[in-house]
């Protein structure tokens, strides 16, 4: 059993479709399940009335019959063993004729598009903290924060290693559950943007505080390092926030199974910076830190990881709040 038609369903015929507008076929439309005896024009007709309304199409074929249909579709889908009209019309062709694989393809293109979304908001929100942090502590009259070395030797650790894990964070929850979105919806929508200003600011202001209360109690090159190495770990805590949307301490375990690799590409960056503070800090423009200065260098990276658990939690509420208003 196929089981496409349901009791309360519709089906209909080619011909019956010359007896409506197509004002009056879309609504009919949305209630049927089955088309039999259709023409190549009925097709098309079908395809067209529906994306006039908005909605996206996707049609699957084998005959040359089809081919009209697949070519003005959103997505065509052509059957490997088809004709050779229906696979030149179609956008995708299914070698294996396996329909199944339909549902696959559109699971893996959300879970990509997901993690695709969150190394971008975590990459730009590294690279606006850095612009902002730097322009504004030279605008106001502070010396360089961080060295273009250090820079370098930030992305390498930060970005190098956790852009590189992302791919492999697990989907939350069921893909084919979410909402479809729209094609006029950009990709790098409001939301990310809000994010993306949001974590850069927090890390740039808590950062220059913290280097202008440095240099008031230490020498240059001590609130230097302090700044270098509490702007790697401050990255990799905005890092391991953007994994998910969902608070981190309503569930850490969760944020370990979701992606464990980003916590192993940490500890190799931790131990990397771990040694160049320790034994060639000169080549980066740094000093061996005390004892006394690792709170400073630790309690700004909590403090923002902290920011970003609030942001969450806020931003959780009140679309629950306008949820319960619609």
């Given at each position: 059993?196929?089981?496409?038609?349901?009791?309360?369903?519709?089906?209909?015929?080619?011909?019956?479709?010359?007896?409506?507008?197509?004002?009056?076929?879309?609504?009919?439309?949305?209630?049927?399940?089955?088309?039999?005896?259709?023409?190549?024009?009925?097709?098309?007709?079908?395809?067209?009335?529906?994306?006039?309304?908005?909605?996206?199409?996707?049609?699957?074929?084998?005959?040359?019959?089809?081919?009209?249909?697949?070519?003005?579709?959103?997505?065509?889908?052509?059957?490997?063993?088809?004709?050779?009209?229906?696979?030149?019309?179609?956008?995708?062709?299914?070698?294996?004729?396996?329909?199944?694989?339909?549902?696959?393809?559109?699971?893996?293109?959300?879970?990509?598009?997901?993690?695709?979304?969150?190394?971008?908001?975590?990459?730009?929100?590294?690279?606006?903290?850095?612009?902002?942090?730097?322009?504004?502590?030279?605008?106001?009259?502070?010396?360089?924060?961080?060295?273009?070395?250090?820079?370098?030797?930030?992305?390498?650790?930060?970005?190098?290693?956790?852009?590189?894990?992302?791919?492999?964070?697990?989907?939350?929850?069921?893909?084919?559950?979410?909402?479809?979105?729209?094609?006029?919806?950009?990709?790098?929508?409001?939301?990310?943007?809000?994010?993306?200003?949001?974590?850069?600011?927090?890390?740039?202001?808590?950062?220059?505080?913290?280097?202008?209360?440095?240099?008031?109690?230490?020498?240059?090159?001590?609130?230097?390092?302090?700044?270098?190495?509490?702007?790697?770990?401050?990255?990799?805590?905005?890092?391991?926030?953007?994994?998910?949307?969902?608070?981190?301490f309503k569930n850490p375990i969760e944020y370990i199974k979701l992606n464990p690799y980003i916590y192993a590409g940490i500890s190799i960056g931790a131990l990397l910076q771990t040694f160049v503070i320790t034994f060639i800090p000169h080549y980066f423009h740094s000093v061996k830190l005390s004892l006394e200065q690792v709170p400073y260098v630790l309690g700004l990276p909590l403090t923002i990881f902290l920011a970003i658990e609030v942001r969450k939690v806020l931003t959780i509420g009140l679309r629950s709040g306008y949820t319960a208003k619609g």
């Amino acid at each position: 059993m196929v089981s496409i038609y349901k009791e309360g369903d519709v089906a209909l015929e080619g011909k019956d479709l010359e007896k409506y507008t197509d004002e009056e076929l879309y609504p009919l439309l949305k209630r049927t399940t089955v088309i039999a005896r259709a023409t190549p024009e009925d097709k098309y007709r079908v395809v067209k009335v529906l994306q006039s309304k908005g909605e996206i199409v996707a049609v699957t074929g084998d005959g040359a019959n089809d081919a009209p249909a697949l070519k003005v579709a959103d997505l065509g889908i052509a059957m490997g063993s088809g004709s050779q009209a229906s696979k030149e019309a179609a956008k995708m062709v299914l070698v294996d004729n396996n329909l199944a694989v339909i549902v696959s393809a559109i699971k893996t293109g959300r879970h990509i598009t997901k993690n695709i979304s969150k190394v971008i908001t975590y990459l730009i929100s590294t690279n606006v903290f850095e612009i902002i942090y730097n322009s504004h502590a030279i605008l106001s009259g502070m010396p360089l924060p961080l060295y273009a070395t250090q820079i370098l030797w930030i992305n390498l650790v930060t970005d190098g290693v956790q852009d590189k894990a992302y791919p492999f964070t697990k989907y939350e929850g069921d893909p084919m559950k979410e909402k479809p979105k729209s094609p006029q919806e950009a990709f790098t929508g409001k939301s990310l943007f809000l994010k993306v200003f949001y974590n850069g600011l927090a890390m740039a202001v808590g950062h220059y505080f913290l280097f202008k209360h440095m240099l008031s109690i230490y020498p240059y090159e001590v609130a230097l390092t302090v700044s270098f190495t509490s702007a790697v770990i401050s990255q990799w805590a905005v890092g391991i926030q953007e994994i998910s949307q969902r608070p981190f301490f309503k569930n850490p375990i969760e944020y370990i199974k979701l992606n464990p690799y980003i916590y192993a590409g940490i500890s190799i960056g931790a131990l990397l910076q771990t040694f160049v503070i320790t034994f060639i800090p000169h080549y980066f423009h740094s000093v061996k830190l005390s004892l006394e200065q690792v709170p400073y260098v630790l309690g700004l990276p909590l403090t923002i990881f902290l920011a970003i658990e609030v942001r969450k939690v806020l931003t959780i509420g009140l679309r629950s709040g306008y949820t319960a208003k619609g």
